[in-house]
């Protein structure tokens, strides 16, 4: 905003103050309007934001390709607000390649519609402030095209891990009121920001502001004349291509702040970001989503002392958030056995006696010695005695289920209600997989603090090519070798005793 240097420091407003008698001066009424302007521009910076309010939809067809009319596209009526403040209002209409300011396309490719604010005076030129004699300004918006289309970053900035900070403080952040790890919200930038002067279209139709346009949607442009033998090509709207609209185009929410508090963003939780055996974790029912025995005596093995402990080989899960490693204990993470009994055909539930091992950012081990309260992981480590009777023994539990034709169920739950991060919240249990095909990794609403988080498999013989298999196979060869070794050993000490020919003892060791 302009600043006089007649008016107090303190001031930011000037109005006339009008008296019975008294003459009206063109300044004191341009003053007045100013003022009003003003005013309306800094309320839309604060409480609406910056973007789009409702409208500006270009017209479409059942499939969503876009609907031309003589090469013009339809765009209803709409109202936004850009950096400025400014109001970008459009009541609706055709718009078409002659309509578009600035610079035009040359070439084939995506590009995005763009809206601008504008002025033009009742001559249908630029407002000209130097005019002698009283003029009329008509506040418009006019249409550029830019070439690419960039999706618009809708998400909320992201909090460093180790903030602890109530909603209070994430508001006093976002404002402005102080700095600190939460940037101030960008549409607060330009709101104590003189306005620059509008630069004037190359036609000399209007004036605009080429700089704080705000993007509408993608539009395809193709050369219609392209099929056409020596014509110029004619860059104009593709007919029957879709329209991005929503993905490139911010939205002027009526409190930005409010949305935020709404997602709970000012209070992140701890979640599932991931866990080694996710291949495995069973989404339907179906022989084929199970875990080979082998590869489940392998993960369970995967912390044994002496070797070096590799978080993808074992049971591993990693938070996004880093969690009180006091916290991760067998009372808070709970692996269990689900075996069917033979006779009453129940499925009873069998707790896995198990070590929790802490793991940092990278997925490494926590060592003892290390005197950190908050890591990034945990690692099951099943005792090496439950593993000694029911993996190595070949009375297995497991496998004497498989044999039976029932596949051990194997359910790990981690309590959210226990686990806490460093600020001391609960972690949020939902499934890592809930938030796929969100680009902000938020769902208002969606959260579930304190609830239990569950991944359940299946384990048994495996199917072809599995790990299982191919140790059975070795070991169906070891036996065969052994066998056919001995039978050569039985023939050699009968040839000695029975002294039987040679020719004989061939063959009966090529029978064997």
């Known amino acids: ?42 309320v839309n910076v604060a409480m609406h934001g910056v973007g789009i309010a409702y409208g500006y939809q270009i017209k479409t ?54 809206v601008h604010y504008a002025e033009k005076s009742e001559q249908g030129g630029p407002f000209d402030p130097c005019h002698e004699g009283t003029d009329w300004v008509d506040r418009c918006v006019v249409f550029t095209l830019k070439r690419g289309c960039d999706p618009f970053d809708c998400c909320t900035p992201d909090v460093p891990t180790d903030a602890c900070m109530t909603r209070k403080e994430w508001a006093c952040l976002r404002n402005g009121f102080h700095d600190g790890v939460v940037p101030m919200d960008d549409g607060l930038a330009k709101a104590c920001a003189d306005i ?43 007919p029957c291509t879709e329209v991005e609209s929503c993905a490139v185009r911010p939205v002027a929410y009526r409190n930005p702040l409010l949305r935020e508090m709404i997602n709970q963003d000012d209070v992140p939780l701890a979640k599932i970001k991931g866990y080694s055996w996710s291949n495995w974790h069973m989404k339907k029912w179906g022989d084929q989503f199970r ?10 093995k995967s912390c ?5 402990i590799d978080a993808c080989d074992g049971f591993s899960v990693m938070f996004t958030r880093p969690v009180q490693r006091d916290t991760l204990h067998p009372l808070s993470v709970i692996m269990e056995i689900h075996i069917r009994e033979n006779r009453p055909y129940y499925w009873k539930p069998m707790r896995v006696p198990i070590d929790v091992i802490p793991l940092d950012h990278n997925e490494h081990v926590v060592d003892d010695t290390d005197d950190t309260d908050c890591v990034w992981g945990l690692m099951i480590c099943p005792l090496e005695d439950w593993i000694k ?63 239990d988080w ?59």
Not at 199 to 226: K, Q
Not at 291 to 300: E, V
């Open 1 to 42: 905003m302009t600043h006089d240097d007649t008016h107090s420091k303190d001031c930011w407003s000037r109005t006339p103050h009008y008296r019975p008698g008294g003459k009206l001066s063109a300044e004191q009424l341009n003053a007045a309007q100013s003022d009003a302007v003003m005013r309306d521009r800094l």
């Open 61 to 114: 067809d059942a499939h969503g390709h876009i609907v031309l009319d003589d090469n013009c596209i339809e765009i209803s009526c709409g109202l936004a607000f850009d950096e400025y403040g400014r109001m970008l209002f459009w009541r609706g209409g055709r718009v078409s390649m002659h309509d578009i300011i600035g610079h035009k396309p040359d070439c084939t490719d995506v590009y995005t519609l763009h």
């Open 196 to 238: 620059p002067p509008l630069s004037a279209s190359h036609c000399g139709r209007v004036s605009f502001d080429p700089n704080a346009g705000l993007p509408l949607s993608c539009v395809n442009i193709c050369d219609l004349d392209e099929m056409k033998d020596d014509c110029d090509p004619r860059f104009d709207f593709c």
């Open 291 to 300: 875990m080979p025995f082998a590869a489940f005596k392998n993960r369970s």
């Open 304 to 308: 044994k002392e002496g070797g070096v």
């Open 389 to 451: 009777y029911e993996l190595d023994d070949k009375n297995s539990t497991i496998l004497d289920c498989a044999n039976r034709g029932q596949l051990a169920r194997i359910e790990i739950t981690l309590r959210g209600q226990i686990i806490r991060d460093c600020c001391g919240l609960m972690i949020d249990a939902r499934p890592p997989d809930i938030d796929k095909g969100d680009p902000c990794k938020d769902r208002a609403g969606q959260g579930r603090p304190g609830g």
């Open 454 to 512: 569950i991944s359940v498999f299946r384990v048994g013989h495996g199917c072809d090519e599995d790990e299982d298999r191919k140790d059975s196979d070795e070991n169906d060869r070891d036996a065969k070798k052994k066998e056919l070794e001995a039978k050569e050993k039985e023939d050699r000490l009968n040839d000695l005793k029975n002294d039987t020919p040679k020719n004989q003892r061939a063959d009966s060791r090529a029978e064997s």
